[in-house]
Nanobody, 117 residues
């Protein structure tokens, strides 16, 4: 059974950093394109970083220069490195994987990030 699990969220002060992870089990991470989303209370889910089939990553303007996605296919793991965090970054963050061939779409359970002093 294919499963995706995120971790790394927590409470951080403004200006701080966090690294979120998403680990795939039951599948081959290299077969998937990885995006990251977030959803703040009362808001729709929004894409934070999206990867094209060519490998280009596009970030929403509000996180450009502060967030970076990366992956370690050997570990079946993807990452979202977040820096210079702001209170408006508070949300549940989700990793999303899209299989390059089948189009199978996989979501993790989300991890809460709270930026507050």
């Amino acid at each position: 059974q294919v499963q995706l699990v995120e971790s790394g969220g927590g409470l951080v002060q403004p200006g701080g950093s966090l690294r979120l992870s998403c680990v795939l089990s039951g599948g081959i991470f290299a077969d998937y394109i990885m995006d990251w989303y977030r959803q703040a209370p009362g808001n729709p889910r929004e894409v934070v970083a999206a990867t094209s089939f060519g490998g280009t990553v596009t970030y929403i303007n509000s996180v450009k220069g502060r967030f970076t996605i990366s992956r370690d296919n050997a570990k079946n793991t993807g990452y979202l490195q977040m820096g210079s965090l702001k209170p408006e970054d508070t949300a549940v963050y989700y990793c999303n994987l899209l299989h390059r061939i089948t189009g199978y779409n996989l979501w993790g359970q989300g991890t809460q990030v709270t930026v507050s002093s």
